[in-house]
């Protein structure tokens, strides 16, 4: 497979296990440390959610609140996962032209072949997924921001997988043209696939060392205090607040649910007074290019009406807001 055009100057390998620092850390490392990084890192028992994500809609509320799991959310898109101790992230982050950044086969590429290397057919399927056997092991996600590029997946080793199931509520909709099966049967933990036994740690020194000799010019580079001091500053600005993770969902007086096999699902929200759109919110697990508060603030006014609505939206590129979904598709979740 051909080598793709990536070079890693920087290995970070993160021991802070506190999701809301960990999230604060990737948004940092993308927007001021300018070369290519590479990082491993784990979180305390949590639920990150999607960008776009309804995160009461994602959450076993009561759940999460008695075991007092902590709920962050992220800058890419996608769905709700847990995490835990037994789980561990990657990142990759690339900066670079801004066409060739959306691309999750090349950044899966390195963990695929560890795992091949330890005897286990792992492969890329869907959209965004690693599997061994047909079960999900990792889901991966992507965040643009200018001309660079984080992209994040999950690594499901050893995690508790009944904590997993009560802490997410699973929406129907992505489900509805399956047969009915409970999570335990569509994920799977790396470690029960292992010919020889290792635990999590060392399972990320295979990960680490094989991203060593991919790019033998990187070099290992440890947070400094200054750098900790602005994440801390970005975790309570931000990444600790009620107003990221959870935000405030209105009563919407029209609801409908989009969902292609290749755009993911999209949750469009409307509130309509005397057929003029006073407000709309975009959730779901869908990925683009561009922030949909963009198409969200020019849906604002506008008649609840078919005409109206196209109108508004003719000069965007819908597929660049929701990856692979046309305007004909997003109009009609609409109404």
Known sequence: MEQFKLFIVLIIRRHNTDPYFNLATEEYVLKEIPEDSFMLWRNEPSIIVGKHQNTLAEINVDYVRENHIKVVRRLSGGGAVFHDLGNLNFTFIHHGLHDDLIDFRKYTLPILEVLNGLGIDARFEGRNDLTINGMKFSGNAEHVHKNSVLHHGTLLFSSQMTDLSKA?????????????????????????????????????????????????????????????ERIQDLVKEKYGTWDWNFGFSPHYNFRKMIRTKKSGTIDLNLDVREGIIQNVRIFGDYFGKYDTEVIQSALVSVPHEESDIREALQDFEISDYFTNLTLDEFIEGMF
């Open 168 to 228: 997410l509520k699973v929406n129907p909709l992505k489900f509805r043209d399956k047969a009915v099966k409970s999570i335990h049967s569509r994920v799977t933990n790396i470690s029960n696939h292992l010919l020889n036994k290792m635990d999590v740690l060392e399972f990320a020194d295979k990960i680490q060392n094989h991203v060593l000799e991919k790019y033998p010019d990187a070099r290992f580079y440890d947070l400094s205090k200054e750098d900790h």
